[in-house]
């Protein structure tokens, strides 16, 4: 059974070519975690990713129960082959309105370096999985969940069990990405201005 690690709950923070990693205040990353193992409990889910970027400033909130799966991904520049990612960035290029679901193993692998990318993946336990991203013009969001590498079905568990139950995982992730936002928003207008916060 796949087992929560110490760097569960992270947080990372992108600004152009430029990551901030930190870890949830205990509060947040105990109402993550419960998250985690609801899903982990009922549907065998061994990853969990929140990612929130507003379009106008690029600066991007991720949120994910794999910290060294996604450190990894962005240090060494994976997302530039991620089939996944790949065909995210086409779907959401398409309009400034964008709804659509991502089934991981029905997007065609077509290089030696998505194939690579994707065998990565799975060695952190994490395939089989399915991603909803939604964007209009002013942010994107999207949320992913995936199984283990045996777990073929897991994307069907999740796509034909309740929506309700779905759409509320994602607004309870939602609102602690969104308190991430305007908490460093407001941290980085503060040491701009030099004010202290007590």
């Known amino acids: 059974m ?11 923070v992108l600004e152009g070519n430029i990551s901030h990693y930190s870890y949830f205040d205990d509060l947040y990353k105990t109402k993550f975690m419960s998250i985690f193992k609801y899903l982990q409990k009922k549907y065998g889910c061994t990853y969990l990713f929140y990612l929130l970027k507003n379009i106008k400033t690029k600066k991007t909130i991720m949120i994910t129960s794999s910290i060294d799966w996604q450190k990894m991904f962005i240090e060494n520049k994976l997302m530039d082959h991620c089939p996944i990612s790949q065909f995210g960035v086409k779907m959401v290029a398409k309009s400034t309105r964008a709804d659509f679901i991502s089934i991981w193993n029905q997007i065609p692998i077509t290089t030696k370096e998505q194939a690579n990318v994707c065998g990565v993946r799975s060695e952190f336990n994490i395939a089989n999985g399915v991603s909803f991203t939604c964007q209009n013009s002013s942010f994107m969001e999207a949320i992913s969940l995936a199984g283990e590498k045996k777990h073929y079905d897991f994307y069907k568990q999740i796509l034909f069990d309740d929506i309700n139950m779905l759409q509320h995982v994602a607004h309870e992730i939602e609102a602690i990405a969104k308190l991430k936002l305007v908490t460093t928003i407001k941290q980085e207008y503060n040491q701009k201005n030099h004010i202290l916060i007590n």
């Open 2 to 12: 796949y087992t929560v690690s110490e760097s569960f709950g992270n947080i990372i």
